[in-house]
């Protein structure tokens, strides 16, 4: 009986231990494998994610810009130079190819790097001799007439600050450019309007303030006059002065 009951029991606990030793064969399985090394995540908590959130035909996600890294808006913060200018014979400089107008336009545009549009007649009826051409601007003047011009004005919503530019005709602008200021108003409406003549004695001839008639929505800044025979003549003294100029203007 005893060797009996110790074979028994001897059994028994043979079976136990197979019993416990299957249980722990079956937990082991089960188990995940064991990362050795954390992911980039996990090294790098700010870099958002690991390389594998990511799928080879999927583009990563990009975090959202920074007001310094945001590209700058370009609506209304560029600079144009609109201009009106005559080449043939002059007053003073007698014929010439590139108009006085012309020289300051270009000179403004190199200083701010604005646009230029220059104005030119649908119908070039201007005659090249100085004397027929005056007797035409005085004709167009008493008759307040309002020529035509040829071309597609830039969108005028880009630019925040237009510079307007022509030769003095008879103390006042040449027609033309009331038709641009009427064709225009209302887009130029709450720009800053830079108006700039050129002259052989008549200065500004009131540019300004009859820019600021036509177009009261806007804001007229201090002009610029510059003779004509120096335009042609005097161009180191003439891109000093509009250089000058141009620095105490608020762009």
């Known amino acids: 009986m005893k060797k009996s009951g110790k074979r028994i029991l001897a059994l028994l606990l043979a079976l136990v231990l197979a019993i416990a030793a299957a249980g722990c064969a079956n937990s082991d399985e089960t188990q995940p494998p064991r990362q050795d090394s954390p992911s980039n995540a996990q090294e790098n908590p700010d870099s958002g994610t690991g390389p594998a959130d990511v799928s080879s035909d999927t583009e990563p996600s990009q975090a959202p810009q920074s007001s310094e890294s945001r590209p700058a808006e370009t609506d209304g913060t ?76 830039p969108d005028l919503s880009r630019y925040r600050t237009v510079f307007i530019g022509a030769p003095v005709w008879w103390g006042d ?42 177009l009261p929505q806007s804001t007229v800044s201090d002009g610029l006059a510059v003779r004509g025979s120096d335009a042609q003549n005097s161009r180191e003294s003439v891109q000093a002065a509009v250089r000058e100029w141009i620095a105490g203007l608020d762009l």
Request: proline residues 4%; without cysteine; glycine residues 8%.
């Open 173 to 214: 602008w040449p027609m033309i450019l009331y038709t641009f200021f009427e064709n225009n108003a209302q887009k130029l409406s709450g720009k800053t309007l830079i108006p700039f003549s050129t002259h052989e004695g008549s200065g500004l001839s009131g540019f300004d303030r009859k820019l600021s008639s036509v």
């Open 78 to 153: 560029e600079v144009l130079v609109v201009y009106f200018s005559r080449t043939g014979e002059q007053y003073s400089v007698g014929v010439i190819d590139q108009g006085n107008t012309a020289i300051v336009a270009e000179m403004i545009a190199g200083e701010t790097g604005a646009d230029l549009f220059e104005i030119v007649p649908a119908d070039d009826h201007y005659p090249m001799t100085y004397d027929e051409l005056t007797d035409v601007a005085k004709q167009e003047q008493n008759e307040n007439a309002r020529p035509q011009y040829a071309g597609q004005v």
